[in-house]
Each structure stands twice: as structure tokens, then as C-alpha cells.
């Protein structure tokens, strides 16, 4: 059997007057993440993860910023797009490793749903979808709350 590893990261601004979209979960918060889709990072981090498994860009050479298509689409389309074309070439996804890095909200009581979701989408169990959170002790824009990062990383293995 062939596996493929892939590894994606994400960064996005926030502010006031947006929504927080964390792994196909709305987080009630303060600031939201600003971007031209719904800038869920942890989605778009596990896009890269999956499209850099297989060498096939990166999400913004499948849905470029530029277009008028994407803007304010909600991630989970973008994540099963992604999917699509890992089953296109005949693998499956065996798990998934992410860290979100933020100084506020707290997320562990949303950990779980953003778990089952992206599970649901990428067509394994709810086991396989790991979602840890950190903060960066205050240090740099994440802990200024002026941001927050995202990290994926993908285990991808071919099904003949």
C-alpha cells in the first residue's frame, strides 16, 4: 500500500464584526476571522494538508481569492472539493492531526462537533480526526488576539 503525509497551515487576521468559523463549527467570540471565503483556518489548513499529500498546490490555486466564486463560501464545500480530488486518484484519508493556536475563545467545548464534522466530510471516523488547541503565551499577533494559526497534518493512503 502506498501512504502519502501532507502538512498545511493557515493564518488569518481577526476583528470585530465577524463571525469565527473553526473547523466547520460558528464559535461564538468576540473577533472573527476575516478572509474571502468564511476563513475557517483550521478547514483551509487541512485543504493544504490534503492537496500537498498527493502534490496538488495549494487551496489558493484551486480557489483563488480573486474570484468572485469564493467569496464568503463556507469552508466545508472547500474541504469536500478537496476530498474529491484525493478519491479522484484512488486514496482515502486515514487521519488527521490539527492544532488551532488562539488566546481567546476557549474552544473545547466545540472540539468535538468540529471533529465529527470534518469526519463526516472526509469519510472516517470520528477517532481519526484529531483537534487540539494552544495559546502562544501572549506572544506575537495570535497572542495579541490580532490572529490565530491553524496546523494540519494529513495521512493519506491509496485504496488499490
Not at 474552544?107 to 463526516?120: E, N, V
Not at 484529531?130 to 485504496?159: C, D, H, I, P
Request: net charge negative.
Amino acid at each position: 500500500m502506498s501512504y502519502r503525509i501532507g502538512s498545511g497551515i493557515d493564518f488569518h487576521q481577526l476583528a470585530a464584526g465577524r463571525e469565527l468559523w473553526l473547523g466547520g463549527v460558528l464559535v461564538p467570540a468576540e473577533k472573527g476571522s476575516v478572509g474571502h471565503s468564511d476563513a475557517d483556518v483550521l478547514l483551509h489548513a487541512i485543504c493544504d494538508a490534503l492537496l500537498g499529500a498527493l502534490s496538488l498546490g495549494d487551496i489558493g490555486m484551486h480557489f483563488p481569492d480573486t474570484s468572485a466564486q469564493y467569496k464568503n463560501i463556507d469552508s466545508k464545500i472547500l474541504l469536500k472539493r478537496c476530498f474529491e480530488l484525493i478519491q479522484e486518484r484512488d486514496y482515502c484519508v486515514v487521519n488527521v492531526d490539527a492544532t488551532v493556536c488562539l488566546e481567546a475563545p476557549k474552544i473545547k467545548d466545540y472540539k468535538p462537533l468540529m471533529c465529527s464534522t470534518i469526519a463526516g466530510i472526509l469519510h472516517i471516523g470520528v477517532e481519526d480526526v484529531s483537534v487540539k488547541a494552544t495559546t502562544t503565551e501572549k506572544m506575537g499577533f495570535a497572542g495579541r488576539g490580532e490572529g490565530l494559526v491553524a496546523y494540519a497534518t494529513v495521512l493519506l493512503q491509496k485504496r488499490k
